[in-house]
């Protein structure tokens, strides 16, 4: 999207000073954010930030925009109200692994599910990292934390698979350490009209450090991430030597992109059936790649677009309506005396 006004990565940089660890990925994702939005032909006055509780959720404070820092799980549910009266801005709902899907799981599924116009971005780091390190519901089984010194026994959730259940129309997902894939995907996000959810892999330094290192560390990376693009092949490895196809059972099988082979790796649309989908958000680490861009991108009726219309058409058959009319008609009370 060309840009329409002259605004610069400085420009979203607030006075405010920047309080998370040495080290910490929220620090790559802000700098991201903070050079996409001047990408983004938009003004200043039109875009809101909207978190809930973690250190994910300080990042309101850091932009030079209008925001919020509401309460814990609950930013969907702010985001939703203000998409429905202002639908001319541009939110966006900073939440992590912790907030958005145990306290506040409810709200963003359901926030995916009427598709509100928001701008999903959810820290994973398999943490929760502001109250010291206990495990979440993206942690590993197994894991060692404060609160689960022998290890958890839970099976974690899959945040691109949770929004899958949710019928979402737009899901990615992106890592920290490289600023040019999230800006790409950030900007894709933006121009999704309904939820766009992002899942961002970044790494806690503190209390579980390195979480992700075997996906998308510089060294294995090129054999254990699978970049999607839309109506490309599913390649992966050194010179694209191995690919992704689907077994008749429907589960994925990892293959050799070797001439005489007679499996051929498919190619991955964006808008394909959220079955589909949902095998591309299961793919891991240590039998498969883990996928990084957008899974899907469809198209669905925004709930700000179907509440419009709606109205519109209730408005047509039945008149614009009196307010005072509305609050006199029918039985009303009358109070004669006070005594």
Request: hydrophobic share 35%.
């Amino acid at each position: 999207m060309s840009t329409t006004t002259s605004l610069t990565k400085k420009d979203f940089v607030s006075s405010q000073d920047v309080r998370w660890c040495p080290g910490c990925g929220d620090y790559a994702v802000l700098s991201a954010v903070q050079k996409t939005l001047p990408l983004l032909g938009i003004p200043k006055s039109k875009i809101v930030f909207i978190s809930g509780i973690g250190c994910s959720s300080r990042f309101p404070y850091y932009m030079d925009t209008y925001g919020f820092h509401t309460i814990h799980g609950r930013a969907p549910a702010f985001a939703t109200g203000l998409a429905l009266a202002r639908p001319d801005l541009s939110i966006w709902v900073i939440t992590g692994d912790g907030d958005g899907l145990s306290i506040g799981g409810n709200h963003l599924i359901h926030a995916v599910r009427r598709n509100v116009n928001l701008n999903i971005l959810l820290f994973n780091n398999q943490t929760y990292g502001l109250t010291k390190g206990q495990y979440s519901p993206t942690s590993h089984a197994g894991t060692l934390s404060k609160s689960t010194p022998f290890g958890s026994v839970d099976h974690p959730f899959s945040p691109l698979s949770v929004v899958c259940g949710a019928n979402a129309g737009f899901m990615a997902r992106t890592y920290d350490k490289d600023q040019k894939h999230m800006t790409s995907i950030f900007q894709r996000a933006f121009e999704y009209q309904g939820t766009s959810f992002v899942e961002i892999y970044q790494n806690c330094v503190i209390f579980n450090d390195n979480v992700f290192e075997n996906s998308v560390g510089k060294d294995v990376r090129t054999q254990n991430l699978l970049f999607l693009e839309d109506e490309k092949p599913l390649h992966f490895g050194e010179n694209e030597a191995e690919g992704i196809t689907i077994g008749k059972d429907m589960s994925p099988v990892r293959i050799k992109n070797a001439p005489e082979s007679k499996e051929k790796a498919i190619l991955h649309s964006e808008k394909r059936e959220l079955s589909y989908s949902l095998i591309l958000s299961r793919l891991s680490q240590p039998h498969f790649p883990e996928v990084m861009g957008v899974l899907r991108s469809s198209p669905r009726p925004s709930l700000g677009a179907s509440i419009k219309e709606q109205n519109d058409q209730i408005t047509q058959k039945l008149g614009t309506g009196d307010l005072s009319t509305l609050l006199h008609s029918g039985d009303v009370w009358k109070i004669d005396s006070l005594n």
